[in-house]
């Protein structure tokens, strides 16, 4: 990232923070695939992706958050612009610890609550889940390229991006691309969503999509999904049923989930010059048996 950009969002965050900011140093806690986050005492400034929607449609995300403060961390102000970048500006929260215990049921809690409330007039539709395509379009030939294009094919020709999403289906408040790292502690130590370019209306099986698509793959140990699903049921999550099996609702998500993250995982090994990982494997194994079982788009 240029250096102008990151003193533009360390002065932008000492003006935000006030005279609690002034001898803040500013430290950089996010700085990949295009974006850059600076933290500068409690205020945080992100400038997006040069590629994404930063117009009124995210002031509209914004603006939800705002209305939502129990469960999403509220923007400090509107979203701006600095060096033709769109940037916006939160306050700090703590993020999950990868090496503590991991909130599973918070998480399940957290996304039920969301999806269960009423939708906020004049939220965004989520739309389709476009960024499956996207990194299937980027990747290099190779044999864990054919085997990611040949599960691409088994999904539903909206989200291949040929045809228009169906309207059929739940309709709720989604995050639209929920993982841990979306979650933090805000000052009073509760938990609250970030990230909100994917807010939106949609169907509330995409929010379980990814961890659902990391326990197929084996990846995500089966006693984390149970957490996660068990907690979500209880609350009264309405993307899969009570009991029983979940997988009708979350069959279609989690393959896509599974061939997104594929893609990317061998996107990040091809530009590093590396080998799979382990668990990268994994996923790319999960996609040859996606393929293998030819389930019907």
């Not at 990194?135 to 390229?145: F, M, N, T, W």
């Not at 691309?177 to 994917?198: C, F, N, P, Y």
């Not at 379980?208 to 999550?237: I, K, M, N």
Request: net charge negative.
């Amino acid at each position: 990232m240029p250096s102008t950009l990151l003193a533009s969002l360390a002065d932008l965050g000492r003006t935000t923070a006030g005279p609690a900011g002034v001898q803040a140093e500013a430290e950089v806690v996010y700085d990949r695939h295009s974006v850059l986050v600076v933290r500068v005492g409690d205020v945080v400034v992100k400038a997006h992706q040069p590629d994404r929607d930063g117009g009124p449609l995210l002031q509209r995300r914004m603006e939800v958050a705002a209305g939502l403060p129990d469960l999403l961390l509220p923007p400090l102000g509107p979203r701006r612009e600095i060096e033709g970048r769109v940037v916006t500006v939160w306050p700090y929260g703590t993020p999950v610890d990868p090496a503590g215990p991991l909130p599973w049921e918070d998480g399940g809690r957290l996304l039920a609550t969301l999806h269960s409330g009423a939708v906020p007039v004049g939220a965004p539709g989520w739309g389709r889940p476009a960024r499956v395509a996207r990194l299937v379009s980027r990747l290099e030939d190779g044999p864990s390229a054919a085997e990611i294009r040949r599960a691409f094919a088994t999904l539903p020709s909206w989200i291949r991006g040929e045809t228009a999403e169906p309207e059929d289906g739940a309709r709720c408040l989604i995050h639209g691309d929920w993982h841990l790292g979306q979650m933090v502690r805000d000052a009073s130590g509760a938990w609250r969503l970030i990230d909100v370019e994917d807010l939106g209306v949609g169907d509330p099986a995409w929010d379980l999509a990814r961890p659902a698509a990391l326990f197929s793959a084996g990846v995500l140990p089966p006693e984390d999904w149970e957490r996660l699903l068990g907690a979500y049921r209880a609350e009264g999550g309405p993307a899969v049923p009570v009991a029983g099996d979940p997988w009708a609702a979350l069959d279609i998500p989690a393959r896509t989930l599974v061939i997104q993250i594929a893609a990317t995982c061998v996107i990040s090994a091809w530009e590093g010059d590396r080998p799979l990982e382990e668990p990268e494997i994994a996923l790319v194994d999960a996609c040859r048996r996606i393929s293998t079982a030819g389930i019907p788009a």
